[in-house]
């Protein structure tokens, strides 16, 4: 039974391609040549790939490829700094949450209001929100 092999995709083929092409090109290579050397480095790539972490090569670099050494060190200083506890309780880290936190919705609203607001630069939304607490005549909340 024939071995079963992974069908390349259209850009990998091109790729292979357009190096085929540059090597008969750039060193004069027939195509006989070309493809064998094709060949050749296709076979020290999977080679290389099916290495073991320990057996790779240092600094050698694959496209594509993630290689365990490249990872870095987890000291314990790493791990302290992994979660931030005051007490017992852990602390999120990122943007707080706020004390009023906005609802997402759909709202279909006049594209002649829409292009206004839009026209006003970055913030339109907030804009559109201050408006209609304007109108509903609705107490403001401060951002502290």
Do not use: C
Not at 35 to 53: I, S
Not at 102 to 120: G, M, N, Q
Request: net charge positive; hydrophobic share 30%; glycine share 6%.
């Amino acid at each position: 039974m024939p071995k079963k092999t992974k069908k390349k995709s259209a850009g990998t083929r091109k790729l292979d391609r357009d190096l085929e092409l540059r090597l008969r090109r750039e060193h004069a290579l027939d195509s006989d040549q070309s493809r064998r050397l094709m060949r050749d480095l296709k076979a020290l790539v999977h080679k290389h790939r099916n290495k073991r972490g320990d057996e790779r090569a240092k600094g050698v670099v694959v496209r594509g490829t993630w290689m365990p050494d490249d990872a870095p060190e987890l000291t314990t200083d790493y791990f302290e700094r992994a979660d931030v506890y005051r007490g017992d309780k852990l602390i999120r880290r990122g943007r707080p949450l706020s004390e009023y936190p906005k609802e997402a919705i759909k709202l279909r609203i006049d594209p002649d209001v829409l292009a206004y607001f839009r026209a006003t630069g970055p913030g339109w939304q907030t804009r559109i929100n201050d408006a209609l607490r304007r109108a509903a005549k609705l107490k403001v909340h401060k951002v502290s």
